[in-house]
């Protein structure tokens, strides 16, 4: 039996970029085991997946102990390989002293009072077979794209991905139908639009948020399926009083869902939009939506590292290097691209 071992004490669209990895690892060693390190973030998310045969939680605020406990788990096996790809500072410790056959791994370049250096060390270089290296954002002057760096470490292996091959996500089958009832509430193509903090530096977000859906939603004339998750703030708190107040059926608020749920609903819309939520972007490479994608246009060469190449991502930008835009120019921008289909 082959072990593989995966680091992934990061974000969930993180994990996203390397489940495609996974999948065919299993294809082509049925048998294999394969274990994941995961963080509080994604440890729950990651557990789901039939594929994955342990998962094993590092959080940097366990006490002493008990990271001594994890690290012993970790390193007692014998791997055939290893994947050290989340830059964290445990996850390259225990690379160290890891008996694999197969090392991988992915530096990050950065710069430190003007000269150069690579996290983990030069030092590392010793414990790795094969390395790919990515810059970081400060740093960053061209797009590297950084799922296809993960797939040329996969690929030493045999594995024979493709920078088009989907992300892998199977949910469940009682989500499928609950999403499928929401659909049907719809009855028609629907945009989804996601809401969290990442909305709050839009100019005038606070004051006419459903106003302007309100103009939006007239222009493309398909319903709006709005999104968000514990979200708190005035900007959506405002926005659901004039909702609720005004009961408008082409405006339908969805809160609180479960990620596998949302997974679904994205799945299902027409388009799909959010100023850069990483799980609404990531799992789009799974299920193919389309994405439309609100940032800062000084932050594109940096989010263009992590789209998924197989399927249809457009950007709007909410500022230029001078303003930031209003609302109803970003929707506007938004809705040109949603009319050419």
Not at 44 to 57: P, S, T
Not at 196 to 224: G, H, R
Not at 243 to 261: A, D, G, H, P, Q
Not at 294 to 312: A, E, M, Q, R
Request: charged residues 30%.
């Amino acid at each position: 039996m082959k072990r593989f071992i995966f680091f992934r004490n990061d974000r969930l669209g993180d994990f996203l970029l390397i489940t495609n990895i996974i999948r065919s690892i299993k294809k082509k060693y049925p048998s294999s085991k394969i274990t994941v390190v995961a963080s509080k973030y994604n440890y729950n998310f990651i557990k789901k997946y039939e594929i994955i045969d342990d998962v094993i939680l590092y959080n940097k605020s366990f006490n002493f102990l008990k990271k001594i406990e994890i690290f012993n788990k970790i390193v007692k096996e014998t791997y055939y390989a290893s994947f050290t790809v989340d830059g964290k500072s445990f996850s390259n410790l225990c690379n160290i002293f890891l008996k694999s056959k197969n090392k991988f791994g992915l530096f990050y370049k950065f710069k430190f009072l003007g000269i150069p250096f690579l996290k983990p060390n030069i030092f590392n270089f010793l414990f790795f077979d094969k390395r790919e290296t990515f810059t970081s954002k400060k740093y960053l002057n061209k797009v590297e794209h950084l799922p296809s760096k993960f797939i040329k470490l996969g690929n030493y292996l045999g594995l024979k991905i493709k920078k088009e091959d989907k992300y892998f996500y199977s949910p469940e089958k009682q989500v499928k139908k609950l999403s499928k009832r929401i659909t049907n509430i719809l009855n028609k193509k629907f945009i989804l639009i996601h809401l969290d903090e990442k909305w709050l530096d839009i100019n005038d977000i606070n004051e006419n948020l459903y106003e302007n859906l309100l103009v939006f939603q007239k222009k493309i004339k398909k319903p709006l399926l709005i999104t968000s998750f514990k979200n708190s703030f005035d900007y959506f708190v405002n926005f659901k009083k004039k909702l609720n107040k005004k009961k408008n059926r082409n405006i339908i608020l969805f809160e609180n869902s479960s990620l596998e749920t949302m997974e679904r609903v994205i799945y299902y819309s027409q388009f799909a939009i959010s100023c850069h939520s990483g799980y609404l972007v990531q799992v789009s490479g799974a299920n193919n939506s389309k994405i439309i994608d609100v940032i800062h246009k000084k932050d594109l060469i940096w989010y263009s590292c992590w789209i998924p190449k197989n399927t249809f991502h457009k950007f709007v930008f909410k500022s230029n290097n001078k303003e930031f835009f209003e609302l109803k120019k970003i929707l506007f921008d938004v809705s040109k691209i949603i009319k050419k289909f």
